[in-house]
């Protein structure tokens, strides 16, 4: 997950406003798996992922673009 994030910062390239810190990426993994972790016991499973991107509605969203590619 922190190689597809550090890509995506990547993407954004590096003159971005405001600028990004170095460990950008880390921390907004962190952030995400803390958020899908529900019983907080350090583990993300297939039930708490796919709960977590459903009622995200940024991740919704996104997911509803490759409808169309697929």
């Known amino acids: 997950m922190l190689d597809i994030m550090k890509a995506i ?3 954004m ?3 971005t406003y405001p600028v990004l810190k ?3 990426p880390r921390q ?3 952030t995400f798996f803390q ?3 529900k ?3 350090g583990v ?4 708490e992922f796919i ?3 459903q009622k995200d509605e940024n991740i919704m969203r996104s997911m509803q673009l490759f409808e169309n590619v697929i």
Request: contains cysteine; aromatic residues 4%.
């Open 44 to 47: 993300v499973t297939i039930d």
């Open 39 to 41: 019983n907080k016991d």
């Open 22 to 24: 170095e460990d950008a």
């Open 13 to 15: 390239g590096k003159c």
């Open 35 to 37: 958020k899908m972790d």
């Open 51 to 53: 709960e977590s991107c």
């Open 28 to 30: 907004h993994v962190e």
């Open 9 to 11: 910062y990547d993407m």
